[in-house]
């Protein structure tokens, strides 16, 4: 009898230690949260892991992993092994993949970035803005800067809905924060008008420690009713027929985002605003600046004065 269990042990050692060879060079498994031993054991199977279910339960149970299956996306490559394939589990060695979305990039951008994870599920595919945000309960159709630009990781398979919902979550929660704790007098009637405001700030900012300076220069002309006179909210008025360069003419044409021709805030954010813009469009610098010219290096000058500016534009900007 000692003899047959000894063999009947070696065997089942041997079995835990063989090579499982697949089909396909490597399987997906999808394991569900919640699921028992036995529920494991079956969606292994069910994924084409070649382990007879009643095996894997018993190799579980006999390392003592029973409770330390961990939920989640996995990848086995042919050749692993059934020991290999347990702890795995039991680590939660799961399939994590990304996508991240850029501070500045517009929604469109954003939309096109999750469109190409071939990881995630595309529910969206098709959709309107509009249908999205409807989709997560919000209720308007404005999605440009609602969604905070971050990395964002995720299981196999995740519906990219799921991706849009914590990015709008994530924008929410730190603008409710920064809202709460914003400077006093600020020219702001409401959060979204702190959020429009961000988004200008962050793409008029070639260096991020120059984010509190601009948005102060926007506020205080905001404070003045002077316009805004900011090139990006003109580009993203014009949209898909933005040559590559602004002309007089889209200077002088109209539109609700012309903030040469408009004063105010333009009617929605024009770009999906970082943690850096949001946080100078509600803590800006002090001072008394009304201008800023680039100086070619990423950096701007900063002029209380119309004066002080043009000198400073013939310098960075005409090289006189």
């Known amino acids: 009898m000692l003899i047959a269990a000894g063999g009947t042990a070696y065997a089942f050692y041997w079995w835990a230690n063989a090579p499982l060879h697949f089909a396909v060079a490597q399987l997906d498994a999808t394991l569900k949260p919640r699921s028992s031993l036995r529920g494991v054991a079956a969606q292994l199977a069910q994924a084409g892991v070649p382990i007879p279910p009643e095996l894997f339960v018993l190799l579980t149970r006999g390392l003592g992993l029973s409770s330390q299956l961990k939920a989640g996306n996995y990848e086995f490559d042919s050749g692993v092994t059934p020991y290999e394939v347990l702890q795995k589990i039991a680590r939660g060695d799961v ?10 990039w517009n929604f469109r951008q954003m939309r096109a970035e999750i469109d190409a994870s071939p990881a995630l599920r595309h529910d969206t595919a098709g959709w309107t803005d509009a249908q999205i945000l409807k989709a997560l309960g919000v209720p308007d159709d404005a999605a440009e800067g609602r969604f905070f630009p971050d990395t964002y990781l995720f299981d196999k398979a995740t519906p990219d809905l799921d991706i849009y919902r914590r990015a709008l979550k994530l924008m ?10 914003r400077a006093p007098a600020l020219p702001y009637k409401s959060a979204y008008e702190a959020l429009i405001m961000a988004s200008l700030v962050e793409k ?16 205080n002309r905001l404070k003045l009713g002077m316009p805004l006179q900011t090139d990006p909210s003109v580009i993203y008025g014009i949209g898909n027929g933005y040559s590559g360069h602004l002309h007089k003419k889209d200077l002088q044409t109209d539109s609700p985002y012309n903030t040469y021709t408009r004063a105010g805030l333009p009617p929605t954010p024009i770009a999906l605003p970082g ?28 002029s209380d004065t119309l004066d002080a500016h043009n000198r400073a534009v013939n310098k960075y900007i005409r090289g006189e």
């Open 275 to 302: 943690n850096g813009a949001l946080e100078a469009a509600l803590n800006p610098a002090e001072t008394h600046a009304l201008y800023f010219v680039a100086k070619g290096d990423g950096s701007s000058l900063f």
């Open 95 to 104: 399939n994590e993949y990304l996508v991240t979305v850029i501070d500045g």
């Open 172 to 181: 929410d929660q730190r603008l409710t924060q920064l809202w709460a704790s």
């Open 204 to 219: 008029e900012t070639g260096r991020a420690t120059d984010a509190p300076m601009v948005a102060a220069v926007f506020v």
